[in-house]
């Protein structure tokens, strides 16, 4: 079985001071993380926004 993977936007404070956390697979967390980066923070969808955002994944405890 894969590794989960998570993101939690209150690690990165922003002006919205957003509290979503994401857990799944790594293909979907990654997805959906971009997703809501330019939906809910006005990121720009692009190569490079995919890596930071794959780059600041962490395993999740199962």
């Known amino acids: 079985m894969a ?13 919205k001071t957003c ?3 994401i857990s799944g697979t790594e293909e979907e967390v990654l997805d ?12 720009e969808n692009s190569a490079e926004l995919r ?3 794959r780059s600041l994944l962490k395993d999740e405890a199962e």
């Open 19 to 21: 509290s979503l956390k």
């Open 32 to 43: 959906a993380a971009v997703q809501h980066a330019v939906s809910a923070h006005g990121h």
């Open 51 to 53: 890596g930071e955002i």
């Open 3 to 15: 590794t989960r993977k998570s993101i939690d936007c209150r690690d990165y404070p922003s002006e």
